[in-house]
């Protein structure tokens, strides 16, 4: 059989642990037989950034810029327990957030469903799709504990020195201060990368706020992601058969758990924070979540949505057998494969992407998985648990077939 020839290479992004292991396992069952791969390859183990001094990283979000699609394995965010274990010179920032904060952009959470296994909320019956943005509010806060009585007030102080000032409150005892912001360009291209990601997948676009509570910050998240939509999306949306829907979150909450699934729900960083958890766990399982970062300027960078499964790894190393679910990796390489074909008309190459997902979603369905499955089917004839090899080895043998 001959093999799909790529055009431009995807930049694979290796990275740690019992995801590394993966990793080499899927390329060599499931790709390499199949695809002539061309990828320009980034080593993200922990060992290669301590040897470049994290520089690799920064490469690697760099070739993503320049290619525009990449494809990356979970990898180790260095805590004072790594540092030790690793014998780091530095605790290095997370890859994520480096590659995030040189790419921009949104995060696309999506959970991948098979019959046998059904999400905690019964009347799911289609993914829901969290977009996250990934930039600003709590998580770039600046916080403070005043001591005891005192006035807490908001200054702003423009360029040209004209300053603005606010009381926040008049503290008469110890308590809690917070600042936060955003900017309107990151909510903007936040927006975009919604209506956009929407129009590409062909499902409705829901956002929500607490723009009644805060009348200025979440009001102006509302307030662009209309503006946004009535000049650029509007049309295109009318002719994709696809909706925009805004709602206060709070009433989005109760809509999303009386839903089917099938839209996207967008949602401010903390919001998207919490609610991909509670979202990927009424769906089954972290081990059966993509994820996609969409930035601005459309680029795309692939990845599961769990870590390098330490635990498993440590066992691995015994050399005892390990069952890790290797399907949100193996719908990374998908989505990056799928979408280097779109990108450069390879119609061989999104079949692939297609045959790939089908059959290892085949695989599940005839009752085949790992062990983190097992105890959630529900399928007819008993659920037959199998290590990661064997698991590859049988959509291999359905993608042959
Ligand atoms: P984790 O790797 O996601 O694993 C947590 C637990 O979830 C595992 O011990 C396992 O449960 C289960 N699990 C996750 N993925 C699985 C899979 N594919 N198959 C089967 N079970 C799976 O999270 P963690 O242990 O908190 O973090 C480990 C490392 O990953 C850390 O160093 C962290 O920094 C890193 N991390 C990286 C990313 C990323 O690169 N995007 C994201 C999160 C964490 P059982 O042990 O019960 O089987
Ligand atoms: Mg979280």
């Not at 607490?210 to 910050?217: F, V």
């Amino acid at each position: 059989m001959e093999k799909i020839k790529m055009t431009t290479p995807l930049v694979e992004m290796d990275g740690d642990e019992m995801t590394r292991i993966l990793w080499a396992d899927i390329k060599k069952e499931l790709l390499e037989p199949f695809v002539d791969l061309k990828t320009e390859y980034y080593d993200l183990g922990l060992p290669e950034r301590e040897r470049t001094h994290d520089q690799v990283t920064v490469d690697s979000a760099q070739a993503t810029k320049k290619y525009g699609v990449a494809v990356k394995c979970a990898t180790i965010t260095p805590n004072a327990q790594r540092v030790e274990e690793y014998k780091l010179s530095q605790m290095w920032k997370s890859p994520n957030g480096t590659i995030r904060a040189i790419l921009d952009g949104t995060v696309f959470r999506a959970p991948i469903m098979v019959k046998g296994i059904s999400p905690v909320v019964k009347n799911w019956r289609k993914p829901i799709t969290i977009a996250r943005h990934a930039y600003g509010d709590v998580y770039k806060n600046s916080e403070f504990q005043p001591k005891g009585p005192g006035k807490a007030e908001l200054v702003f102080t423009a360029a040209d020195g004209t300053q603005s000032r606010q009381t926040i409150f008049e503290f008469t005892g110890p308590g809690v201060l917070q600042g936060q912001y955003n900017t309107d360009a990151s909510i903007t291209s936040f927006a975009h990368a919604c209506f956009q990601y929407a129009l590409d997948v062909k499902q409705d676009l829901w956002f929500a706020t607490k723009d009644t509570i805060s009348k200025q910050y979440d009001h102006r998240f509302k307030d662009i992601f209309q503006a946004i939509f009535d000049a650029e999306y509007k049309e295109k949306f009318d002719k994709a058969g696809i909706e925009y829907f805004y709602t206060l979150i709070d009433d989005a909450v109760a809509r999303v758990i009386r839903s089917e699934g099938g839209f996207i729900w967008a949602c401010k960083n903390y919001d998207g924070d919490v609610m991909s958890d509670m979202v990927s766990t009424a769906f089954g399982s972290l081990a059966m979540m993509t994820s996609v970062l969409v930035s601005p300027d459309g680029n795309y960078e692939y990845e599961a949505a769990h870590g390098t499964v330490t635990r498993h790894y440590y066992k691995y190393l015994k050399g005892e057998e390990t069952s890790t679910n290797p399907m949100a990796t193996i719908f990374a390489w998908s989505g990056a494969l799928r979408k280097r074909g779109e990108l450069d008309g390879i119609p061989a190459l999104v079949d692939f992407a297609d045959r790939l997902e089908k059959a290892s979603i085949a695989v599940i369905e005839s009752g085949v998985m790992t062990k983190d499955l097992a105890g959630l089917w529900e399928g007819e004839s008993p659920a037959q648990a199998v290590n990661s090899l064997d698991f590859l080895k049988a959509i291999r043998a359905r993608l042959e077939a």
